[in-house]
């Protein structure tokens, strides 16, 4: 059995709406401020103050990001909501609400970082040194929606867009 969340520490602002005994034990913050710390931040920040994270020179493909935060607090939704109404088997987009370019992403993470952009490469440069990341990175459109999880989970993200996500990652 796991322990409660220590006292002063309010868990119901994680979930909206579920009550704290809901919860499990690492949806404590303070906890999860320490998953993030270990989740390679600081090594992502390494690597683009090194030039070691170049990115297509027209940005790439467009994704729809989501910080660790909400996507562990739209998982403990989903699973609070399975529970509770009984609905098996529904998949859920657990997106912020603004897609972004890997380029865009990467230089937000720079700004943020106080470091200079990523370097721009051809597209070819990049599949030739790492040819399933490039294809990632140049190849792949992926624009969907989180509206279905805010309507059935009345979940939606306490940072909703890639740049106040990297913010709270510097923070």
């Known amino acids: 059995m796991h322990p409660a969340p220590s006292t002063g520490t309010s868990t119901a602002r994680i979930v909206p709406g579920v009550p704290a ?13 320490r998953l993030l710390r270990l989740t390679g931040s600081e090594g992502f920040v390494t690597a683009l103050r090194a030039g070691k994270l170049p990115v297509p020179r027209d940005g790439g493909g467009t994704m729809s990001w989501i910080h660790l935060a909400d996507a562990a ?3 403990v939704a989903a699973t609070v909501a399975a529970m509770d109404q009984g609905v098996e088997g529904q998949a859920y987009n657990i997106v912020d609400d603004e897609h972004a370019a890997w ?4 230089r937000e993470h720079a700004s943020a970082a106080g470091t200079k952009p990523p370097r721009r490469l051809p597209g070819w440069m990049l599949r030739l040194a790492a040819p399933y990341f490039a294809t990632l990175m140049i190849d792949t459109s992926m624009r969907v929606s989180n509206a279905k999880a805010r ?3 009345g979940w939606a993200p306490t940072l909703p867009s890639y740049r106040k996500g990297v913010k709270a990652l510097r923070s």
């Open 21 to 33: 005994t809901k919860l499990p034990p690492w949806s404590d913050r303070s906890a999860l401020r």
């Open 73 to 75: 607090a739209a998982t």
């Open 151 to 153: 309507t059935e989970l």
């Open 103 to 106: 380029g865009q992403m990467f």
